[in-house]
């Protein structure tokens, strides 16, 4: 192991960063840093007490909700680092203290030993369209909710429309239904504008998609995708957007264990058991496949 690179391990919260430093060549020499505001002044500070000594820094953090502005500004100034998968981190069953302190330790030493597994990290479009693209997904849930209940309040009333739904007819269809109490009338259209409303929105931010399409790189594989039998361009975008360029993957088998889609297996002995897939990886993308 290089004795002239430092491990830095980031207890990475909202307020403030936990800061260890683990030492190459020498295995139990960690140590706590200190604990800095979670600003990028507060950083390039760090980073210049840090880089003082002209070794080489190695960083590390977990994946969480602050996102990936650390990465960037590390990377930028030239430093190696990495965003750790939390599911993956190696954790004693028996250790039940934690404070950000410990964590920090912990990463310090896990990355320095090689034993922590990078998440892939999108570019600023791609992170953007992804985020937009999970404004469409529950309006789109929000809108067949809604037909779903307007579909049960009808039920209840003894009406039922026997062909495809929510085309011209089916719209002619519920104007010309009548109700014994006007009350009912009334809950008819407020479902309707409920749903015409949501729609509208939903069509809104669909439109905003092929908008923004036309900048991203991976463009190209969203249209092709939609020649698939099932992908439309809400899936087929929010796909790309969880997935990131497919040629990172070197083979299908790491595709499919990224999106959780192999099986569970417990084998000991000349005993083997298989179960149903693990769940493990990206469980939007693998969504957006089961509903295709």
Known sequence: MDETITY??????????AVALAD???RGDVRAFGQIVNTPTALVRMLAKLSQSGRTLKFCYEAGPCGYGIHRQLSAAGHDCVVVAPSLIPRKPGDRIKTDRR???NL????RAGELSAVWIPDLLTRRCGIWFGRVLPLCAVCGRLRQQLSGFLLRHGFHYNRPAWTQMHRRWLAGLCFEQPIHHIVLQDHIATIEAATE???RLTKQIEIMLSDWSLAPVVNALQSLRGMAL????????ELGDLSRFTNPRQLMAYLGLVPSEHSSGGTRRQGGITKAGNTTARRMLIEA
């Open 24 to 26: 190459g060549g020498k």
């Open 103 to 105: 964590d920090a330790n």
């Open 234 to 241: 809400v899936t087929a975008a929010t796909m790309i957007a």
């Open 8 to 17: 830095v391990g980031l207890d990475v919260h909202k307020e403030t960063i």
């Open 201 to 203: 929105r939903r069509d």
């Open 108 to 111: 310090a030493r896990l990355h």
